[in-house]
């Protein structure tokens, strides 16, 4: 189970943190730097997102139904935003991409 954080966006208290980057520090541990799941895709590249669904699941006994497990089921929001967000949307305007290669 994972502690609750602070998210690094709207500064509220999350019970699903998802880790963006680590701090590292001369001496010490580095200092993990958390956001919630709805401020996360906005930080998050689609791999990064998956990556930790991935770490996340794979070690995880709750996540054999995914939604059984808040923590699973955040990283599995967060990843479905990030490719959301990374998926071009087409425009109107424009003509659909030639998949003939002329």
Known sequence: MHPRRMCLDCQ???????????IERNSGPAFPVYAC?????????YDSALSQLFN????CAD?????????GWA??????????RVRPTP?????PPNSLGS
Not at 91 to 95: A, E, G, H, L, Q
């Open 75 to 84: 990283l599995s929001r967060v990843v479905g935003r990030c490719l959301r």
């Open 37 to 45: 799941p709805d401020c996360a895709p906005a930080r998050l590249s």
């Open 63 to 71: 996540c054999t139904p995914i939604d059984s497990c808040p923590q």
């Open 91 to 95: 425009t109107p305007d424009s003509p």
């Open 56 to 59: 996340h699941t794979t070690h």
């Open 12 to 22: 509220t208290i999350t019970e699903t943190p998802v880790l963006l980057y680590a």
